[in-house]
Structure formats: C-alpha cells, structure tokens
C-alpha cells in the first residue's frame, strides 16, 4: 500500500505562499500526499486539485462557536478531510479526548476523511505512562476506514528530537492491536531520516510539520515515501 504523507503547515502560508508552493512542489506517484493548509488558504489549495485536509473542525453542524468552522463548510468548499486532537490544539486550546472524538465523529459523518492525533508528553513517558496514554487516546476514536491515526510524540514536535525507529514501531504496533487502521508517525521528520522511519513496517505514512513548508524538501520526503511503499 502506498504511504500516506500529510504536510501540516500550521499557522504558516497565506494564499498567496500557498499558490507559491504548488508552483514548486513535484510529488511523484505511488504516495498518498494530503495538504493541511490553515482556514484562510483552504480555498486556494482546494483550487490546485490536491487532496487537502483542515487542521480542526467543530462538531456542530452551525451555531454560536465563534471561530469555529463546521464539517460541512469543509466540505463545501471541496476540502477532503481534517486533522483533529493534534497536540499543539490539547495543550494551548483546552482540546480533551471527549471533543477529540466529537470533532472525528462529525467529521465522518459528513463524509470528510479524518487524521487523529495521539502520543505522550514527555513527562508522562519518563513517568511511565505512554501505554496508558496511548490506550485512553485511542480508545475514544471511532472505528472508520476513513480515520488514519497519526502518532505523534509530543517531545518530537518541532525540536528536532525523533523517536528512534524502534520506539516508533513499538508504539505504532500498540496503536494498530487498540484500532485496526493505517498510523502515521509525526515529529521532526524530514528528508533525512524519513527513510528509517519510514521503512519500519508498522509505520504507514507521516505527518510533517516543518519540513512540510519548504515544497524543495517536503517533494524529496514524497519521493522518499514513495520509493518505500
Ligand atoms: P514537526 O511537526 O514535523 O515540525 O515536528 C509535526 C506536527 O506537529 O504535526
């Protein structure tokens, strides 16, 4: 099966850097690319024909949620799916487990293809908690072949530290006996060690942030992806 690589841009990239990066970006075939620009550039990457995927959605079909964006105006505007429960929205934006599984549960039941976000704090791993974690994580997420699940170790993100290959392959192993789908790995993964990571069989795909920005280095980490799949 073909990997499945999903660049998470963040708060980067207005329309017009993101017109600038399709202009740039070569993605060869045999891998699955997904594009999860921010709300306002939605629209533009929707226009260049590519799979793309919002970073959240609200679980209610419409209503006073200022802010918010519900899964049908995802769907409106031809976006294919969403990222929910990504650690950056637990730790700074009070997201729980309980509307981790609202927001995938909306998702999917509006037809959008969903990307779950789990894995521990460093805290609760030297502590001894990341099974835990990860089983009160997972267990809350709906059983849908549109959910892919994206491990993402939270000491991993943006500081250039990666689990070591083995760990992430533990890890994924666990997810993939709670919940039968494909698990992505996320953190600091980029063109140079895409392919270790990449190659452990457990390991379907990944979720990239930085090195998703850059359309130079996120094209070789397709090309890397696709050369394993
Ligand atoms: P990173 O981010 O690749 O910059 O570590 C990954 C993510 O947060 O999805």
Same mark, same amino acid.
């Given at each position: 099966m073909a990997k499945l690589i999903a660049g998470n841009w963040k708060m980067f990239k207005g329309p017009t850097e993101t017109l600038a990066f399709f202009d740039a970006f070569e993605s060869p075939e045999n891998v699955e690319v997904v594009i999860c620009p921010p709300f306002v550039s939605l629209e533009a990457a929707v226009a260049e024909e590519w799979p793309v995927f919002a970073q959240n959605v609200h679980w /209610? *079909? *419409?209503? /006073? =949620? $200022?802010?918010e964006i519900s899964a049908r105006m995802l769907v409106e505007l031809g976006v294919q799916g969403s990222l929910v429960g990504h650690s950056e929205r637990r730790l700074y =934006?009070? *997201? $729980?487990d309980e509307t981790v599984r609202q927001r995938a549960e909306a998702a999917l039941g509006a037809g959008l293809g969903v990307i779950a976000c789990v894995g521990e704090t460093e805290a609760e791993r030297e502590a001894g908690e990341t099974e835990a974690v990860l089983r009160r994580q997972v267990a809350v997420l709906p059983r849908h072949e549109a959910l892919v699940i994206a491990y993402e170790p939270v000491w991993a993100i943006g500081t250039g530290r990666t689990a070591t290959p083995e760990l992430a392959q533990e890890a994924h192993a666990l997810i993939k006996s709670l919940h039968e789908t494909r698990v992505l790995y996320g953190g600091s993964v980029k063109p140079e060690n895409a392919a270790e990571l990449l190659s452990q069989? /457990?390991?379907?795909g990944a979720l990239v942030g930085? /090195?998703?920005?850059d359309a130079a280095s996120f094209s070789s980490l397709c090309r890397i992806a696709a050369s394993l799949s």
């Open positions: /209610a *079909e *419409e209503g /006073a =949620f $200022t802010g =934006f009070g *997201e $729980t069989p /457990a390991v379907d930085g /090195a998703s920005l």
